[in-house]
Nanobody
Framework: QVHVVESGGGSVQAGGSLRLSCAASGNIFRINAMGWYRQAPGKQRELVATITDGGSTNYADSVKGRFTISRDNAKNTADLQMNSLKPEDTGVYYC??????????????WGQGTQVTVSS
């Protein structure tokens, strides 16, 4: 079983910054990709940013130029640096981890989420 934990959420004013961290542990052979998703109240969960083990990144149009995702393959962690935050960035941010277990089975695991609140 792969365990995923997020941290770093909090409350900031518009224009401020936060850095979220995601740590994966457990029955992991290889992590192929890690990503951040968010869900605002009453809305569906949406992709924010993803990064592969090779460093390829993908961002939602709404966060391009403001957010940066990075990862440390050796530590099985991924960070999301969020700058120039806007009230519409408010939501619960979830980390998603995909890869293969030591028995070569694919897995896709989610963390419990961390709250980000941006006030105007």
């Amino acid at each position: 079983q792969v365990h995923v934990v997020e941290s770093g959420g909090g409350s900031v004013q518009a224009g401020g910054s936060l850095r979220l961290s995601c740590a994966a542990s457990g029955n992991i052979f290889r992590i192929n990709a890690m990503g951040w998703y968010r869900q605002a109240p009453g809305k569906q969960r949406e992709l924010v940013a993803t990064i592969t083990d090779g460093g390829s990144t993908n961002y939602a149009d709404s966060v391009k130029g403001r957010f940066t995702i990075s990862r440390d393959n050796a530590k099985n962690t991924a960070d999301l640096q969020m700058n120039s935050l806007k009230p519409e960035d408010t939501g619960v941010y979830y980390c998603n981890v995909g890869g293969r277990t030591r028995s070569y089975n694919p897995f896709n695991s989610w963390g419990q989420g961390t709250q980000v609140t941006v006030s105007s």
